[in-house]
């Protein structure tokens, strides 16, 4: 959910977290997914700082919204609870989601980049695949970090999710190990936005691609759309 071609057409992404609702002064008003129908309207995974210009959250979630934002990398969680300070019932998560319980190691931009030289979305790129930067940004520096990780599974029983409006994945290349291991029987979101471009690799979308559509078309999910880089289900 990044880059020229999200900002030129990704909009339906975050769009269509009003398709249910009513919308004024370019604002998304509340209605379907109050605390009466889901106990999250949004869970996004790999929430950045929140206010970039691609996220597909930010910009449309009410300000009473209930939402669960999730973050691995420490310097870009505490930007994203100061973004969303304004916010009265959002929760945070300092995790990595994966495959497993424990420690997970990432590699993340370096802090020290010459930022000014770089794509603004250059930040985004945090992934569990060494080559991930080296690939798509040649000149950007990066470091390892290891942090928390949760499965999807257990991220739910810890915060007490039973039900979603919408579910927002983003790790870039890791989404496969994001949703695969996902108990649709206990949680099943009304709708399910990940990114997919990355899914096989860098710009690679291919056999693990299709393994998450089978799954999710099995449990009865249908692709709404999908772009060069995001599917909507």
Not at 4 to 25: E, H, K, V
Not at 70 to 93: C, H
Not at 169 to 185: A, I, K, Q, R
Not at 201 to 217: D, N, P, Q
Request: one cysteine or more; proline letters at 5%; aromatic letters at 10%.
């Amino acid at each position: 959910m990044r880059g020229m071609q999200y900002a030129a057409q990704g909009l339906w992404i975050a769009s269509t977290a009003c398709q249910r609702a009513d919308r004024s002064n370019g604002r998304c008003r509340r209605k379907a997914y109050g605390r009466e129908s889901v106990n999250y309207d949004v869970v996004q995974i790999g929430a950045h700082k929140g206010n970039t210009h691609t996220d597909p959250v930010f910009k449309y979630l009410a300000k009473d919204a209930t939402a669960l934002l999730v973050e691995p990398v420490p310097r870009f969680f505490r930007a994203l609870r100061k973004n969303y300070a304004a916010w009265t019932s959002v929760e945070f998560a300092n995790l990595a989601i994966g495959d497993c319980n424990g420690q997970l190691k990432l590699f993340v931009p370096h802090p020290q980049n010459k930022w000014r030289e770089l794509p603004r979305w250059a930040d985004q790129l945090a992934s569990t695949n060494p080559d991930h930067i080296p690939t798509i940004l040649p000149s950007m520096r990066q470091q390892e970090v290891f942090v928390d990780c949760l499965t999807i599974n257990s991220l739910f029983e810890r915060y007490d999710v039973t039900e979603i409006g919408q579910l927002f994945v983003d790790t870039e290349g890791h989404d496969y190990n994001v949703l695969m291991p996902m108990d649709l029987g206990a949680v099943s979101p009304r709708e399910i936005c990940f990114e997919h471009v990355h899914t096989d690799g860098a710009h690679v979308r291919s056999v693990k691609y299709a393994e998450l559509l089978t799954k999710f078309t099995a449990a009865g999910y249908v692709v709404e759309r999908a772009d060069g880089e995001d599917t909507l289900l």
